[in-house]
């Protein structure tokens, strides 16, 4: 399989999460984990470009703002070692809705 992979880990379950330039592929029992992948329109990325992600992100009402950690993964590509893997980590820390929660990764 080709394309990559989002995993977006909050500090506090999320009540909804929206994405619009991926599928949501799992999300943990917990609703902290969520797993995107992406659409077949932007499956492939082209090295050196910004990749520019957004989401709206819905907490349970009462409950603080969550941060949030995500890790990008390319898929479907023949890795030799754990060096040529291109994979990133990536912080983000939302604020309110008021932000509409949006990240550029």
Do not use: I
């Not at 991926?22 to 932007?42: M, Q």
């Amino acid at each position: 399989e080709d394309g990559w992979q989002l995993t977006l880990t909050f500090s506090k379950p999320l009540k909804r999460l929206l994405v619009w330039n991926a599928k949501v592929d799992s999300v943990s029992d917990d609703n902290t984990v969520h797993v995107l992948k992406n659409r077949f329109w932007n499956q492939r990325l082209k090295p050196g470009r910004l990749f520019k992600f957004r989401f709206l992100g819905r907490k349970k009402f009462g409950q603080r703002t969550p941060s949030v950690s995500a890790e990008f993964s390319r898929l479907g590509e023949e890795v030799a070692s754990k060096q040529r893997q291109n994979t990133a980590k990536l912080k983000a820390v939302y604020q309110t809705r008021e932000d509409m929660m949006n990240k550029a990764f």
